[in-house]
Each structure stands twice: as structure tokens, then as C-alpha cells.
């Protein structure tokens, strides 16, 4: 196990992607590590019917013809921007995409309302330009440009985020592929080899923020990825995630099926009761996506382990999804309350089982926070 | 036994041995399949395995017809469809051949209407097989398949119709059978099927697995791939489900059919082909062969219900929805269909005077060439990669560069570059994919890459604006000729609108009547088709019919050409609208549920629509029936409305009142009097019924009195009534009033007296209420109504009139026509139009002058001038009228001329005497005409 708390995809499947590498025998665009074909199993784990000797694991749930999408999509000419709801898998499957096709996706740029353009190109550091003047050696590259010097993929995270001039710095880098350091007399472009891509992040939940400029738009191919709403997958998901999680904190605790299903279903009505609502006030704030539903379950994972008796209870669940999903004081509470009267209650009484825990640690959670 | 397939059959039996992981049953299986392609091909009688909507199938067809040239083709299809086929000459295709029954005999009541339809689609094999069949000479077409009778005995008990219907609902409710259904049985194996063909639809996986390596293979690949695919589903199909056993009744119908006609015409069995569903080819039932001496299969007859047959339109968007496949698939076969006509050079056979759009080609017989010995072409399709095309780029660039001129019609910022994108991720994904040419859907899933942002800008998105690429969705016309008497009717009376009623958009129809009399049968029709068809078709803009109206001007919109499924289904009901017209009104009149009020609906739009006086008096003499026989009150607002109207149209445009009128009234005097005392006293009947009871015998009491009905019958009811609620109490008292029997002081004081005991003020607004309900039948109640309601107002505390309010409110807004306008009315008479006449106004009925002899002096002086002065000079007349009525007269003599009335009536008779002396023709004509002498 690594020292690190959270390892980069590459690194995680170091030994896998080695592995997919050595047997790979498709055409292999620029500089890819791996041919299109295998980028697409190694996400999308492989079946019998590939006849490998090993079984490599699905790491992606979704739809395949998104993660196929998204392959071609950088193996042509343009970016690649995931647009979905918040928790839907974007930034994995980009960080996964990123280490399959370059085995590096740490080059990533973040970002944000501060974002300036030199994070997208360079800046320099100072005492050294001090000292020696401007060089190639007093420059600071920045993770596009480093990209684009290595011919590998470059990572930009909630492109929305940040403001349409800094947005626009990438619309050259996209369409010429070489950014230009006016500042040196010499040796003043840097051009991106060949395998260079940008794959970019947005929260269609923030649109309108920081809209995107047609130009910009041109240059991307917009890959939109659904909250999956398919109990199965979102089952598989969830089971994954946590599964990873236990190994990470070396935990030794059972998550119970029922309980899972407890979860996925609670989910399954929130969102339909979402979708019903006429107003905001009738809608949690949550977007309710499958990240939300792990981090409710990691939440009472961690909680059973170090506070309770080291198994996983259908009382701690609820108290972390009521946790997790109050956020506002008393619009948020006022649904959960609602739907822990109307539908929890019910249901524990007819099926029974988990359920009756459930109900009875959701109410002391909404009791205690309200 | 040795035979061509040995071989494989070996090679399957080892692959299963290898397995050996794999279920025991799969030896079974793999053996199986190509001993069922084995003995299909043995079959001396030609076994042609199709597929619905497969290109691939059609061009085998149409090769192997030109190849063969067989004298007679069977043809899986309802055998009662036969007659219809010709008819799709007139037609543009896709249109759906259609079997009805409206009214069912042997079926569950319920059950009806009952549809069957069969879409008939350009790219099919079975369009293929009819055209070259009613083109050549000499060629007979039999379909063998069970009647659409039998459809229905077979199916499972078809519940009642449930009322949701699909958005692309061109099919209606109907039950679709197709030619061909080759589909996994059980969703697991289609799931399995498509996880590892890595695909989304069954239309893609058939696409890419069956549909392309087929397309260039010749006839015995094909009919051996097709062969052992029906195999495979068949054997892996459930096996004891109700549809598997339909599936092998029908391929014994079908056999046992084929056996007959072989026998009945001594037809050469190597003449013959016989064209099924590729599921049915491998069928191993006993029955199944041509061979003399198979067992036949008992065919039941028809159950008595008569079925009516006409071709409706289709489109490729309700063949879609109809039978589950995915969006666009139809059109992308139809797109397919067209491209590989061009490619292979294989002329299609098409009915002469189809409307296609592309010329007729004559069939160019090339000599039959008897195939030889049976070879094994199975091996090839199943080891080796299928042999695509090669990549057609000059149709992916084709598509590319449309593909982003649509867009940009639809909003899209799409440009060149899009189109380059476009085609390099369409080959890119083909090649990720597995296939060496993209089909259609990679080619939409590129565009939708490439294209699609995150808005959609217009109304349509990429993925629809590729399905309008590949083709879009066609949708079929029934030609004129092929139209039923009823439809075609429709279109020819039309006709002086001078539109062109066969397209798919809105039209815009004006009416001038005043200016163009001759549209006024245009009209007509147009209300009865959309008495007839509410939702749909015709829907009037300005306009509208009811009795007494006298159109002048109407403007309408008119969706026939998209409705006109609609049209085609109500000519299987009558050959005119009139006739179907007639036929609703009298089921609506005589359905066992038909009321008074629906039978006097009926008499109504039978005024309305039909210039019918017999059917009209049918109609009116069953709601007299209706009438006489109801127990219930619960429409009396209902038959009063609409007996009302009916005798205002008929006092208005005729001399006399139709004998059914009469009866009418008669019947209703003494129906409703009968059920008065119980009325008031049930509390199952509403204060309005009990009030449109009232209504019905006060207004129509002349009318029926003169026809010999009798006064004390009415008296005797309303004495009999002892209502307990307050509401209905009140009702009572105004009929009462009505009669006579209690005058307004004493209604007024009763309602005095409520008002002043705090004991009953808490049920006043109920007596208020009723007295609201008065209005209609006692109309000259209306300024007492208005008093007490001001009483109430003003007297009655909050707690009590808040809370009555809302209701009062709800009553007056459902009863709005009844009520308001009496009310308001008489409110403005009473209460002063101004804001400064308020304050020195005192509320008549606070006003009253002491009843002493004031009124009767009152009442003498307006009457002065030259009217009371004859009656005071000849006072015999209103003497003995006044011992008549039994009171005794009073006179009062003219007052002296210096009383300012009689001044006032002196001026006056001073003026008329200035105009008659001025214009004397008038008064000399009247005194002409009484005989007087100037």
C-alpha cells in the first residue's frame, strides 16, 4: 500500500496499465500508451468474451457509448468537455482517461473564480529572474503547458468556474497548439507534440456563471454525462467506491446488502420527490447524486467504525443521510421530516427489516437538528 | 445420414464439448439449429425466411423472385386481407391494412372496437413478393395465415381498451401483426446479445450482425443464415409460454392452408414459394410440410362478428412505436433499402401506379435457374469476420456536410470544421467498435459528439435532426380511390372550400355563408364531423351551433391529412356522416344508461345536424319514455334547460309544437308532481333539482294545462310537501306563494320573524339559499329575494355570514346563466345607480306607506286620463267583473280639472288630439276597419 492518501489512477493501476501495455497489440494514436480499444476496457473493465487471462475491473459506471465518446473525442483535434451534474463521475472518468492514454493525470489546472491566465500558461519566478533574467529556466510552466511540451493530456477542472478571459487563453492553446512566451528573445514558443489534449471539467448546475464563449465551445466536443439514475449500476457504483474505501482505512466491516438497497431506495424517492417539486423550497438542496449516496455511506461507515460497535447499523445510515442532507434550516429539514413521515413510515411498517432502524435514526438525527 | 452439413454439425459438437463449463443443453441446441436449416431446405415446397423491415431480406427477395419466377406465393399474412392488397396502388407507403369490427358477436363486449393492422412498408420483402405478384401475370398470391377473427379468439382475453395512447398514434389502439417478427424471445437473451455485440437497440445489433454481412450474400447463404437465426430464438425461447403455442397453431394454419390450396389448384410444389417469418421457417411441428399426408390442423371458424377491411395510413415513426423498435430504425432500413438498390443494380418490383416517386420498373424475367444440390454456406458466416463494404466515404461525407447544414438551419453554431470532426469520429468509432464502416449510428453518435454543446438551441437535437438525415420519418397516404364511400364522401363535399385537404399542415377554412350560400352544406358537414371526431380533424375557430343561430360567418381549421386514420375508421361505421351521425344519436338514446336529459340531448343535435323530422320524433317520443320511467330527479335542471330551449326553437320556427312536445309536457306535469312531496323530503335531492322540478311545472303549467292536465294535481303535491331542511322549507313557502296560497306580508313576516329570533339566526342563510333557488321558478319573487338578501346582509352577524358566503358565491357561479342575470337585474332596480343617491336612499321595502286605502287611490290616479274617464262613464263592465272576483267595488270619481293629475292627463290627451288631427290617415284606417263613422 502507498504512502499516499490518495493515490492518482495511475498510479493505483500502475501494475494493470503495465500489463494492458504489454498485450496491446491495436494502433496506438500520437503518443498513447494505449490503443483506443484498451483505454475503453481498462475503464470499462473486460468480460469473457475478450479472452484475456486476467479479469480487469469496471472503474467507470455508465453508459458506454459516453466513454467512447470521449476516447475518440481525444484522438481527433479537440478537447474533451465532461458536462454533468455535480457527483455524476466527471473528474473520474477524466482522471482515468487521462492515466490510461498518458499514465499522468496529475496535470491538472483547478478551476476557480481566482484563476488567472498565468495558471493556464506560465509565470516566472521571481528571485531567479532576479538573479539571472528571463530564461526558460526562470519560467514556471504550468500543468497545460507541461502537457503540451510532453504530448500528453492536460486536466482542467470546472472550466466554468473560472472567468471568460482566463477561459479564452485556452482557445489558442486548442486551435494552434503552441503558446508563445513574448517575454524571451529566443527559444519563445512552446509547442505541444503530438497526444497533447485537453479534457475539461463543468457543472452544468453553474451555468450562466461564467457562460462559455462560441469559440471556446467550437473547440471542445461536449460529452454529457446523465445522474445515473439505473438502480443496478448506481448499486454497482456505490459498492465500489466503498469497497475502497474499507481497504484505504484498512476497516474491517461488512456492509450489509439491505442496508444498501435502504440506501439506494431512500435516493431513488428523494430524487423522485425532487423531480415532482413545483419550487425550490420543495427540493433539497443536494443534487442527490451517486457521489452524495457514497459520501453518505462513507460517512456512517467511519462513524460505525470509530464511534459505534464496528458494524455498520441502519440507525447510523440514516443519521449520516439526514446529516448530509440538511443543509438548510428548515427548508431541508422540513422534506426529510416530511419524508420520513410519509414514506419511511409506511414502509418500515409493511417491509420491516432495516427499515425500522432506519426510521427510528432518522428521526432522532431531524429531532436532535432541528 | 450424411448430408451437407456434417461437417458443422461435427464442429458445433466439439465447440460444445470444449465448453464444457457451458449448460448440458447447449450440445443440444448447437445441433439442433443446423439440423432445423437442414430440414428446412428439404422441404421441396421453397421456404423464403424474412425479416420485418430488413433491406436485407428485400433485395433477397426481389432477386430470388426474378431468379425463380414462381407461379404461386404463400404469404404470411391474415388471410382475410387478401382483397385489400390491390388497393395499395393507390396509396403512398407506408400504410397499414386495416381489419374492424366495431360491433363484436362472439367476442367480449368489452372487447370492441377490435383493430388489426398490418404496416406495409416499401424495404420489405412482403411489399416485394405482393408487387411481383399482382404485376405478373399468371401469378397467384395466397395469404395463409389466420383470419384476423382468429387473432382475436387466439389472444389471450383481451381486457377493455386501455385510454392511453402514444404521442406518434397514427395506428390508434389496434393489435399489429408484421410478417416476420424474428426478436429474443426473453429479455435476458437480448440483453446478452446486446452487452456483447456492444450495441444499444436490437435494430443495431440486427444491423451489424445479420443485416450487413447479408446484404450482398446470395440466395442460399441467406436463406441458411436466416434460417438458423429463427432457429436459435425458437430454441431458446421460452417454451411454455401462451405466444410460443400460438406461434406453432399458426405454422400449422399456415401448412394445413398451404396443403389445401397445393391440392385444390395441383400447383407444382417447385412453383411455389412460400414466404414466412424466419422464426416459423424452422418450425418443427408434425403439421408443418407440404407433403400429402401430413396431419392437418383443425381450423375453427369465424365467430359471427362482421369485419370491415380498409387501408389506414401508417408512418415509420408508429411502425416504431407499434412494435417496440428503436427511433429512427425504420427509416435508416428504408435508407439502407434505397442504398443498396443503387449498389447491387437489383431492380425492385413496385405496383404500377404507386406514388413512390420513382418510375416503375418493368421486370426483366432472366430465366430460372433450378438451384442444384444443397451446399453448406453456414460454415462461412459463422467462423469467418462478416465481408463488409468497404468504407463508403462518399456517402459518410455526404452525410457529414448535410448533416452540419441542418444543424445550422436548426441553430446550431455548426461549421466545416464540424463536418470534418464529424466524419473523423464517425470512422474513429466504427473502428473502436469493431466495424470497418460506420453505420448510421456511429455516424449519430459522432454528430452528437461533435455538435451537440450543452443547449439545444431550436426544437430539434442532434440526435433527431440525424434520424431526419437518414431518411426522417415517412408517413403513407391513402390514395382516393382506395378511401371507403364515407372518407371519400367527406373529401368531395369539401371540395368547394377549395383547399388541399390531403396535406399534413392546418388549414385555414373561411366561410362567407351571407356572401356564398352554397358553403352552407360545407358547414353543415364540418359540425358533424366534429360533433363526431372531437378532438381531432376539424376544430371551428369563429362560429358555433345552437339553436335559433343563423351563421353568417365561420372560420375553421382543418387537419384532415393528418386525421385522416380518424376519417377512414368512421366509414366503417355508415357510407355517409349523416348515416353514422344518425347511428350515435340513436345508440346514445337507447344505451341502457340514456337519460331524459341525454335523450333530449340527442332531439337537440338532431335539430342541430340532421334535417331529420322522423328521427328528431323518434328521438323526442323515447325521452318521453325515459321520462315516465325515471325514479330519480337528479337531471331535472338538465331536462328543464333543454326542454326549454327546444320548445322556444320550435315556438319560433314552427306552427304548431310537435306532438312528442306535448306528450312531453304532459308526461313531465305529472311525472314531476308525483314525485314532488318525496323530492322535498328526500335528502338525496338538492335544493336545485327540487327547484328545476318547481321550475319545470310552473312554466310549462299553461302549456300543459291547455293539453288537459289538471291544476289541483299540482296543489295536492305541494300540500302533501313537508320538507324539514331550512333551504327546502323556503322553496316550499315561494311555491306556495306561487300558488296563491301565501301571500308576500306573510312571507315577509315569516322572514322577519327568523331574523328577530337569535334562536334560528344561525340557519338563515340556509332559508336565504332557497329562496336564491326560488329565482327560477318563481321569477316574480325576485325584488323579495333581493330584500332578504339585503336583510341578510345587513342584519345577520359575521359568524354567520362569512361562512355561508363562499357557498352563496359557488352556487350563484355554477348556476351563473339561472340566476345572476334575474338577480342583478332586479338589484339595479332596487338600489340607486349613484354614489350621492345612496345616502338619501331608503330601501323600499322600509318605505312601505301604512297599507291603508293608499294603495288603491295610487293605483286609481297614474290610471287617470281618458282611460278611467270612459270606465267611470261606463262603469257596468268593471262592475261585473269586479262581483266576479268577489270584491266589492269602490269608485272613485274623476277628479275636478284643477287636480294636478287629471291636468297632467288633460295634456296629455291635448298632445295625442294635436297629432291625430295632424296626421288623421291611421284613425280614419282603424275606424274603417271597426265600421265606425267619422
Not at chain 1, 484522438?75 to 474533451?80: H, P, Q, V, Y
Amino acid at each position: 500500500m502507498s504512502d499516499m492518501l490518495r493515490a492518482p489512477a495511475e498510479t493505483k493501476y500502475a501494475e494493470e496499465l503495465d500489463w494492458l501495455e504489454s498485450i496491446d497489440d491495436g494502433p496506438k494514436p500520437f503518443s498513447w500508451r494505449l490503443s483506443p480499444k484498451m483505454v475503453r476496457l481498462f475503464i470499462l473493465g473486460s468480460e469473457r468474451a475478450d479472452g484475456l487471462d486476467r479479469e480487469v475491473s469496471q472503474k467507470w459506471f455508465g453508459d458506454r457509448s459516453f466513454v467512447e465518446r470521449s476516447i475518440v473525442t481525444l484522438a481527433s483535434d479537440r478537447g474533451l468537455l465532461l458536462i454533468g451534474d455535480p457527483g455524476t463521475g466527471k473528474s473520474w472518468l477524466a482522471e482515468l482517461l487521462a492515466a490510461a492514454i498518458s499514465r499522468n493525470s496529475t496535470l491538472v489546472v483547478q478551476g476557480t473564480a481566482g484563476t488567472t491566465e498565468d495558471h493556464i500558461k506560465y509565470s516566472w519566478n521571481v528571485s531567479m529572474v532576479i538573479a539571472k533574467g528571463q530564461s526558460r529556466a526562470s519560467m514556471i510552466p504550468s500543468p497545460i503547458m507541461t502537457a503540451m511540451e510532453g504530448g500528453v493530456i492536460g486536466r482542467f477542472e470546472e472550466l466554468t468556474r473560472s472567468t471568460s478571459d482566463v477561459q479564452d487563453a485556452l482557445i489558442s492553446i486548442l486551435s494552434e497548439k503552441y503558446v508563445s512566451i513574448p517575454e524571451l528573445d529566443t527559444d519563445n514558443i512552446v509547442f505541444a507534440k503530438p497526444g497533447f489534449s485537453i479534457i475539461a471539467t463543468a457543472n452544468s448546475r453553474d451555468r450562466g456563471v461564467n457562460d462559455l464563449s462560441s469559440a471556446l465551445k467550437r473547440r471542445f466536443n461536449f460529452v454529457r454525462i446523465p445522474v445515473v439514475t439505473n438502480k443496478k449500476s448506481e448499486a454497482e457504483i456505490v459498492r465500489f467506491r466503498t469497497e475502497e474505501l474499507l481497504r484505504r482505512h484498512d476497516i474491517e466491516l461488512e456492509v450489509p446488502p439491505t442496508l444498501l438497497d435502504v440506501l439506494l431506495q431512500s435516493f431513488a424517492d428523494l430524487r423522485a420527490a425532487a423531480g415532482s417539486a413545483t419550487s425550490d423550497e420543495e427540493r433539497l438542496e443536494s443534487a442527490l447524486s451517486t457521489a452524495e449516496q457514497i459520501g453518505v455511506l462513507e460517512d456512517a461507515i467511519l462513524h460505525s467504525n470509530f464511534f459505534g460497535a464496528s458494524a455498520l447499523t441502519a440507525e447510523a445510515l440514516a443519521g449520516s443521510l439526514v446529516g448530509s442532507l440538511a443543509r438548510r434550516s428548515p427548508e431541508d429539514l422540513a422534506i426529510l421530516n416530511k419524508y420520513w413521515h410519509g414514506v419511511v413510515e409506511p414502509r418500515s411498517r409493511e417491509h420491516g427489516g432495516e427499515w425500522g432502524g432506519f426510521l427510528e435514526g432518522g428521526r432522532q438525527a431531524i429531532a436532535t437538528l432541528s | 445420414m450424411s448430408g451437407p452439413f456434417d461437417a458443422l454439425r461435427e464442429q458445433l459438437l466439439g465447440a460444445a464439448e470444449s465448453l464444457a463449463g457451458g449448460p448440458d443443453a447447449l450440445p443440444e441446441i448447437l445441433a439442433g439449429m443446423v439440423d432445423d436449416v437442414d430440414h428446412a431446405l428439404r422441404e421441396p415446397l421453397e421456404i423464403f425466411p424474412v425479416c420485418h423491415h430488413s433491406p436485407a431480406s428485400a433485395l433477397a427477395m426481389a432477386r430470388r423472385l426474378r431468379q425463380k419466377q414462381p407461379k404461386v406465393i404463400y404469404l404470411e399474412l391474415c388471410e382475410d386481407l387478401t382483397p385489400l392488397l390491390t388497393e395499395l396502388r393507390n396509396c403512398r407507403l407506408p400504410v397499414a391494412l386495416q381489419a374492424f369490427a366495431s360491433e363484436v358477436d362472439g367476442f367480449p363486449k368489452e372487447s370492441a372496437p377490435l383493430s388489426v393492422i398490418a404496416p406495409i412498408t416499401e424495404a420489405s420483402a412482403e411489399y416485394q413478393a405482393i408487387a411481383y405478384a399482382l404485376e405478373t401475370p399468371g401469378v397467384e398470391l395466397v395469404l395463409v395465415d389466420r383470419s384476423t377473427d382468429h387473432v382475436f379468439q387466439w389472444q389471450p382475453a383481451a381486457g377493455p381498451h386501455v385510454g392511453e395512447e402514444p404521442e406518434e398514434d397514427l395506428h390508434g389502439d389496434a393489435v399489429g401483426v408484421e410478417i416476420g417478427d424474428l426478436r429474443p424471445r426473453f429479455a435476458e437473451l437480448e440483453e446478452h446479445l446486446l452487452h456483447h455485440g456492444r450495441v444499444r437497440h436490437w435494430s443495431e445489433w440486427w444491423e451489424q450482425y445479420v443485416e450487413q454481412p447479408l446484404a450482398g450474400a446470395d440466395h442460399e447463404t441467406y436463406r441458411q443464415v436466416m434460417v438458423m437465426i429463427g432457429s436459435l430464438f425458437r430454441r431458446l425461447a421460452p417454451h411454455d409460454t401462451r405466444r410460443l403455442a400460438t406461434d406453432e397453431d399458426r405454422e400449422r394454419y399456415m401448412w394445413t392452408r398451404i396443403r389445401e390450396h397445393l391440392a385444390a389448384s395441383g400447383a407444382d410444389r417447385a412453383d411455389c414459394l412460400y414466404i414466412c417469418g424466419a422464426f416459423h421457417a424452422a418450425s418443427r411441428v408434425a403439421e408443418a410440410g407440404s407433403a400429402p399426408g401430413t396431419p392437418d390442423f383443425e381450423i375453427t371458424g369465424r365467430t359471427a362478428t362482421q369485419w370491415l377491411y380498409g387501408l389506414i395510413p401508417s408512418s415509420h415513426s408508429a411502425i416504431e412505436a407499434q412494435f417496440g423498435l428503436a427511433p429512427g430504425s425504420v427509416s435508416i432500413a428504408a435508407a439502407t433499402w434505397q442504398k443498396s438498390l443503387l449498389r447491387t443494380g437489383v431492380k425492385p418490383f413496385a405496383l404500377a401506379g404507386q406514388k413512390s416517386g420513382r418510375k416503375k420498373k418493368a421486370p426483366a424475367p432472366t430465366p430460372a435457374i433450378g438451384t442444384g444440390a444443397v451446399t453448406d454456406q453456414l460454415s462461412g458466416y459463422l467462423a469467418g469476420p462478416p465481408a463488409l463494404d468497404g468504407l463508403d466515404e462518399e456517402e459518410l461525407r455526404g452525410w457529414c456536410v448535410d448533416i452540419v447544414r441542418l444543424a445550422r438551419r436548426n441553430g446550431y453554431l455548426a461549421s466545416t470544421a464540424d463536418a470534418i470532426a464529424v466524419f473523423e469520429t464517425s470512422v474513429l468509432l466504427a473502428g473502436m467498435r469493431g466495424r470497418r464502416r460506420p453505420t448510421p449510428y456511429d455516424f449519430q453518435d459522432a454528430a452528437i459528439t461533435c455538435i451537440e454543446k450543452e443547449v439545444v438551441p431550436g426544437r430539434r437535437d442532434v440526435r433527431r435532426l440525424c434520424e431526419i438525415l437518414l431518411g426522417g420519418d415517412r408517413i403513407g397516404q391513402v390514395g382516393y380511390d382506395a378511401l371507403p364511400p364515407l372518407a371519400r364522401d367527406v373529401y368531395d363535399r369539401l371540395e368547394p372550400l377549395g383547399l388541399n385537404l390531403t396535406q399534413r399542415t392546418i388549414q385555414r377554412a373561411l366561410l362567407d355563408l351571407a356572401a356564398r350560400p352554397e358553403l352552407v352544406a360545407c358547414s353543415r358537414l364540418l359540425w358533424m364531423l366534429r360533433y363526431l371526431l372531437p378532438d381531432h380533424a376539424v376544430r371551428p375557430i369563429m362560429g358555433s351551433r345552437r339553436l335559433g343561430e343563423k351563421p353568417i360567418q365561420e372560420s375553421w381549421d382543418l387537419d384532415l391529412g393528418r386525421h385522416q386514420r380518424t376519417i377512414i375508421e368512421l366509414g366503417y361505421e355508415g357510407v355517409t356522416v349523416e348515416q353514422v351521425l344518425e347511428q350515435r344519436l340513436r345508440r346514445s338514446a337507447w344505451e341502457p344508461k340514456a337519460t331524459a336529459a341525454t335523450a333530449l340531448k340527442a332531439v337537440e343535435d338532431s335539430l342541430l345536424f340532421l334535417n331529420s323530422p322522423r328521427l328528431t320524433e323518434e328521438l323526442g317520443a323515447r325521452a318521453v319514455e325515459l321520462l315516465a320511467a325515471e325514479r330519480t330527479v337528479d337531471e331535472a335542471p338538465a331536462v328543464l334547460r333543454r326542454i326549454r330551449r327546444l320548445m322556444a326553437h320550435y315556438r319560433a320556427t314552427e306552427p304548431a309544437l310537435p306532438a312528442w312536445c306535448e306528450r312531453f309536457v304532459t308526461e313531465g306535469y305529472a311525472h314531476y308532481c308525483t314525485l314532488l312531496p318525496t323530492a322535498f323530503v328526500d335528502d338525496e335531492t338538492g335544493v336545485r333539482q327540487v327547484g328545476a322540478m318547481l321550475g319545470f311545472l310552473f312554466s310549462m303549467e299553461s302549456l300543459a294545462l291547455s293539453l288537459g292536465c289538471d291544476r289541483t294535481q299540482l296543489e295536492i303535491a305541494v300540500r302533501q310537501s313537508h320538507p324539514e331542511p331550512p333551504a327546502k322549507l323556503a322553496l316550499l313557502w315561494a311555491a306556495r306563494h306561487q300558488l296563491g296560497d301565501l301571500p308576500l306580508s306573510d312571507l315577509r313576516a315569516r322572514v322577519d320573524d327568523l331574523l328577530g329570533n337569535p334562536l334560528v339566526v344561525p340557519a338563515v342563510p340556509q332559508y336565504v339559499s332557497g329562496f336564491v333557488q326560488a329565482l327560477e321558478p318563481v321569477p316574480r319573487l325576485a325584488p323579495f329575494v333581493v330584500e332578504i338578501l339585503s336583510k341578510a346582509f345587513g342584519s345577520l352577524p359575521d359568524p354567520v355570514l362569512l361562512p355561508w358566503l363562499p357557498s352563496l358565491i359557488m352556487t350563484l357561479r355554477t348556476q351563473a346563466a339561472e340566476l345572476v342575470p334575474v338577480l342583478t337585474k332586479e338589484a339595479g332596480r332596487t338600489f340607486p345607480g349613484t354614489l350621492a343617491g345612496i345616502d338619501s336612499w331608503t330601501p323600499p321595502w322600509e318605505s312601505r306607506p301604512a297599507p291603508s286605502a293608499g294603495p288603491a287611490v295610487r293605483a286609481v290616479r297614474p290610471g287617470g286620463g281618458p282611460a278611467a274617464a270612459l270606465l267611470a262613464a261606463h262603469p257596468q263592465a268593471a262592475d261585473a267583473a269586479a262581483v266576479l272576483l268577489g270584491c266589492p267595488g269602490e269608485w272613485t270619481h274623476p277628479a275636478d280639472p284643477s287636480d294636478e293629475g287629471a291636468a297632467a292627463a288633460d295634456g296629455g290627451g291635448a298632445a295625442v288630439r294635436a297629432l291625430l288631427t295632424a296626421y288623421p290617415e291611421t284613425t280614419g284606417v282603424v275606424a274603417g276597419l271597426v265600421g265606425a263613422v267619422v
